[in-house]
């Protein structure tokens, strides 16, 4: 792994993605050239199918580039599986299993055999009440609500302890108070752990909110990135304002 298991936060991790191309069964081309700064938080919008989550889906090991390199501190992990590369990744579906407790989904991230040591139950039990889940280590996801779902995946990337995040559209299917507090949490867990923060996301607001740097897609190619402030209030390219419906923010 790309950091010391050892309870501690982990240190930021700076990302890097060198022309990177890749392209689906007879779909288009796609080619990404970016570099994130250890301890950002990057926002990552654009038009459906302009390669949001592909982007996410490459750094994260799901996906293969047919070239180029990914860099996570430095290192090259293009060739490297997901469990390898300092990576944690929050999906929109927030892929719990059904049939666990919220303690056993969390627990996931420290052991995929749940055979758990002192420190590993510890671990969980923290990011547990971290997230704002105390007293509910014992319920199925179907007794939580969504935004509580959304807490306990974020609980058992915490414990996992990579120095990168990304999260694909994690806040889609939440009301705007939901929405509100895990806004919150998300800001106050960087705060307090440092790691480097990719998200995808349709709402500007939300970008404004959290994010200082913003990436924006368009056709499978980065077309602008920019802090959040200037791109989203003091000049916005076309590409950008037209897909804001031709107005700021």
């Known amino acids: 792994m790309l950091h010391p298991d050892n309870g501690s936060p982990p240190k930021s ?3 890097a993605l060198e022309k ?3 392209a689906y069964p007879n779909g288009p081309q796609l080619a990404f050239d970016l570099k994130v700064e250890a301890g950002d938080i990057v926002s990552v919008m654009g038009p459906s199918g302009s390669g949001k989550s592909t982007l996410l889906n490459l750094v994260a090991g799901f996906e293969q580039p047919l070239s180029g390199k990914i860099l996570v501190d430095g290192k ?14 929050i999906f929109q579906e ?3 299993f059904p049939h666990l407790t919220v303690e056993q989904n969390v627990g996931l991230g420290r052991s995929p055999s749940l055979k758990l040591s002192p420190k590993d139950r510890k671990a969980v039990a923290s990011a547990i009440e971290r997230t704002g889940l105390r007293g509910k280590a014992d319920r199925l996801p179907s007794a939580l609500s969504g ?3 959304q807490r306990a995946a974020l ?3 915490l414990v996992q302890q990579n120095p990168i995040l ?22 106050e867990l960087h705060q307090s752990q440092g790691m480097t923060i990719l998200m995808v996301t349709h709402d500007p607001q939300d970008a404004l909110r959290l994010a200082r740097t913003l990436v924006f897609l368009e056709k499978g190619h980065i077309v602008a990135t920019g802090t959040t402030q200037e791109l989203l209030r003091e000049g916005a390219p ?7 419906g031709g107005r700021g923010v």
């Not at 090259?76 to 990744?89: A, E, I, N, W």
């Not at 076309?238 to 804001?244: H, I, N, Q, R, V």
């Open 76 to 89: 090259d992990v293009t060739g490297l599986p997901p469990h390898q590369r300092g990576v944690s990744m």
């Open 13 to 15: 991790a700076g990302l």
């Open 155 to 157: 609980a058992r990337v």
């Open 238 to 244: 076309s590409a950008l304002t037209d897909y804001l």
């Open 20 to 22: 990177i191309s890749f």
């Open 166 to 187: 990304m999260l694909d559209e994690p806040l889609a299917s939440l009301g705007p108070a939901l929405k509100d507090e895990m806004l919150d949490l998300i800001k």
């Open 94 to 96: 927030n892929n719990l």
């Open 147 to 149: 935004g509580e779902r």
